[in-house]
């Protein structure tokens, strides 16, 4: 079974930094793919952050030059730090991970946590 489990988040002051942490159960390098999800208020999940097995990195552009994502091996890890934190940062940030086998991906999440930007 996967668990994802998030840790970091929190109340900042636009302009500041949080690292938000992923810890996966297992072995990380069984996921093709470990990132970051968002949702504000209002609106539809999105795409922040990824990194892969071979650990090619992907941003959103709201986030890019801002935000960084790595992963430590050892601790089955993936940390997202961000910086220059803006009010429009405010959501849930969730932990996902992409399984591909046989050809048929499977995704699993985190339960979330808040970041909260305040201006």
């Known amino acids: 079974q996967v668990r994802l489990v998030e840790s970091g988040g929190g109340l900042v002051q636009a302009g500041g930094s949080l690292r938000l942490s992923c810890a996966a159960s297992?072995?990380?390098?069984?996921?093709?793919?470990v990132g970051w999800h968002r949702q504000a208020p209002g609106k539809q999940r999105e795409f922040i952050a990824a990194?892969?097995?071979?650990?090619?990195?992907n941003y959103a552009d709201s986030v890019k030059g801002r935000f960084t994502i790595s992963r430590d091996n050892a601790k089955n890890t993936v940390y997202l730090q961000m910086n220059s934190l803006k009010p429009e940062d405010t959501a849930v940030y969730y932990c996902?991970?992409?399984?591909?086998?046989?050809?048929?991906?499977?995704?699993?999440w985190g339960q979330g946590l808040q970041v909260t930007v305040s201006s």
């Open positions: 990194v892969t097995s071979g650990g090619s990195t």
């Open positions: 297992g072995n990380i390098f069984r996921f093709n793919a």
């Open positions: 996902t991970s992409r399984m591909v086998r046989v050809g048929i991906p499977e995704d699993y």
